[in-house]
């Protein structure tokens, strides 16, 4: 009996693919036996991680917040993979600021590859999926910030919120077609994005680096920083079949920060 968490035979589509989070899940992908398919808006970084996944990891460049390449993108996936049953939408962004001195282009970036991004990328797959008649699987990356406010992170709470949001109202609308959608709200997360904005929080709060690293952990009940393996396995389990009877959901993944 096939176990309900293998990929097996399964192809993967991921984007942000290149470092951090999106890298963690392009292999977790790969490891539970899928062929994935490894998408950053730098493609140097996404041939990388495909390279060190090997067997029949591809790569390709994908701006998420451009909806021509996008669809070009996926096509190309679902050619050279023969097919696409899993799209990974977590390709994201931050910056850091008071929301009074926050600036236009600040919200705009934010918005455009987190919130614009997901929308994107789900629209291609639904439509593809809707078209050759899969009951696929997309996730989602949210964030706790997508649940609860933050300080100086207004845009990117905003655009957060706005993927727990969407992710809702997909499920609903392609249930019927036997796709799910689902999204992974992570903590603190040891990535470059988080290494960036403990020194932009710092400089903040007049707090060193470290200073806030600790306070991070003193806030996770688990004690510790997140990984990118932490958020990647339960992506990988949503996008199986032991997740078939999930649809909507935005699950943390916080070492207890968030429990509602």
Known sequence: MTSPFSLTGRRALVTGAGTGIGAAIATALAREGARVAVTDLDGKAAERVAARIGGEAIAFALDVTDAAM???????????LDGLEIVCANAGVSTMNRMVDLTEKEWDYNMAVNAKGVFLTNRAAVRRFMAAGTKGAIVNTASMAGKMGAPFFAHYVASKFAV???????????????????????GFVITSMQERELVWEGRLRGMTPEAVRAEMI???????IESPEDVADVVAFLAGDGARFMTGQSINVTGGIRMD
């Open 70 to 80: 996008t669809d070009t993108v996926m096509d190309a996936a679902i050619a050279a």
């Open 164 to 186: 727990v949001g969407f992710t809702q109202t997909v499920a609903k609308e392609v249930a019927s077609h036997g796709i799910r959608v689902n999204a992974v709200c992570p």
């Open 218 to 224: 003193s806030l996770t009940p688990l004690g510790r």
